[in-house]
């Protein structure tokens, strides 16, 4: 079983629509969880951390974390053709700055 | 602010050349450095990391090496490149912090590819 589990897709949504993505993980010791969006041919950029569970919101991204369930989740609200990137999930343990990556999921926004 | 600085942006190379590749941080001291590889399909693997200059950790066997000359210089070299190396190379950056974990800021990358 692989540490992060991350459905790759792609998922294609019209504009203006809700887009949800999770990932799943084994490992109980990540406390820190992340979603890093990337551009074709860029760099990741880092969208969201958290730290605990519940809910993060940051404009129209909201971050969700279930660590009793193991799984976390971004939303993205109100989608724009912007939008259309690589979003990845990645995580760490206490004092360790390792980050285990998700494969990350192609979402496509439909004008 | 910080600014994380990666070049060549691609590169085109024959198998057993030599290869060096450089990252450079701007706006922090002391940071922890990482050399990622994304290969299409397989996600971002994790090749080498330093929390200072001189402490370079392998992550995976293979034929390419890193090393820190200076506090915010980061280079990624090979002897002889295989065709398998070819992938987009990805530095990163975190802060060192006593207690917790920084979340890590990545470059623009490097395209590789081995002909």
């Known amino acids: 079983q692989k540490e992060v589990e991350q459905d790759p897709g792609p998922l294609s949504v019209p504009e203006g629509a809700i887009v949800s993505l999770n990932c799943t993980y084994s490992?109980?010791?990540?406390?820190?969880f992340m979603w890093y969006r990337q551009y074709s041919r860029k760099g990741p950029e880092l969208l969201m951390y958290?730290?605990?569970?519940g809910n993060k919101e940051d404009g129209r991204f909201t971050a969700q974390v279930d660590k009793s369930s193991k799984y976390i989740s971004l939303f993205i609200r109100d989608s724009q053709p912007s939008d259309s990137a690589t979003y990845l999930c990645?995580?760490?343990?206490?004092?360790?700055?390792?980050?285990?990556f998700g494969k990350g999921n192609q979402v496509v926004v439909i004008p | 602010s910080q600014t994380i600085h990666q070049w060549p942006a691609t590169l085109v190379q024959p198998v057993g050349s030599p290869l060096s590749l450089e990252c450079t941080v701007e706006?922090?001291?002391?940071?922890?450095l990482y050399w990622y590889r994304q290969a299409a399909g397989r996600g971002l693997q994790l090749l080498f990391y330093?929390?200072?200059?001189?402490?370079i950790s392998s992550e995976v066997p293979q034929n390419l090496s890193a090393s820190r000359p200076q506090d915010r210089q980061f280079i990624l070299s090979s002897k002889k490149l295989l065709l398998s190396d070819s992938g987009f190379y990805l530095c990163?950056?975190?802060?060192?912090?006593?207690?917790?974990?920084?979340?890590?800021?990545f470059g623009p990358g490097t395209r590789l590819t081995v002909t």
């Open positions: 990163a950056w975190s802060s060192i912090q006593g207690a917790g974990n920084d979340e890590q800021y």
């Open positions: 490992n109980s010791a990540f406390q820190y």
């Open positions: 958290t730290y605990s569970s």
């Open positions: 990645a995580m760490s343990s206490y004092g360790n700055n390792r980050l285990a």
């Open positions: 706006g922090t001291s002391n940071p922890n």
């Open positions: 330093s929390v200072g200059i001189g402490q």
